[in-house]
């Protein structure tokens, strides 16, 4: 489907960039000719976006297996039998699979900070779905500052989840170690999360604290390997382990 072969993770996050940009425009100010393109009575069906930021929807590559990641097949298939809304929503979180299955498959020789930086990268732009649902994606960056943490965080990111948005898990409905349904809040102050301020993460407890309650800057947080909150420092300093 395309020549294209990029290999930095500047490269890498332009192709995904252009491919996302071309899904995103079929989904929405091109979505009239998108879902005429779409006849339940044709073959299956996938959605493609290009590197040129030009989107296509075509049969699946007969070759097995294809150069790249395949989309999700036969999309045209539920066109007729669901709301237009909730199909053009199921077809943008199949889109956003498949963008991320192409960024890993260019990316899959990175090393691991490079995928980081790969995935960081991604991670600042609205996903299809958000853009399709019109679903703001307000957590997604609480703010330049808390990014800082997430620095930290990652450094025992083996959970697989960067704690860089207290709040974010929660909204999407996913089971987290959340103990309130969708609501942050501050450890030290019971204060709600707001996207507007710099939050960090005790790495022993996995509470959320204001760094102003706890006296921890953004800048400070780029270097601590490990934050433990005041309770959890005080636990410490009574030799228990």
Known sequence: MSSSNPRTVEEIFKDFSARRAAIVRALTSDVDEFYGLCDPEKENLCLYGHPNESWEVNLPAEEVPPELPEPALGINFARDGMNRRDWLSLVAVHSDCWLLSVGFYF?????????????????????????????????????????SKSRGSTKRASDGQIKSTPKLAADEGFEDDEDEQGETLCGSCGGNYS???????????E?????????????????????KCPSCSLKKTGRSH
């Not at 853009?131 to 960056?141: A, G, N, Q, R, Y």
């Not at 204001?210 to 780029?222: D, L, Q, R």
């Open 207 to 227: 509470r959320w604290f204001h760094g102003k309650c706890v006296k921890i800057t953004p800048a400070k947080a780029e270097n601590i390997k490990q934050y």
């Open 107 to 147: 990316g899959a020789r990175l090393n691991r900070n490079e995928r980081k930086r790969l995935f960081s990268m991604i991670n600042e732009l609205p996903t299809v779905f958000e853009v399709v649902t019109e679903k703001k994606p307000v957590k997604d960056k609480p703010s330049v500052d808390s990014g």
């Open 195 to 205: 996207a507007d301020e710099f939050w960090i993460c005790c790495d022993i407890c």
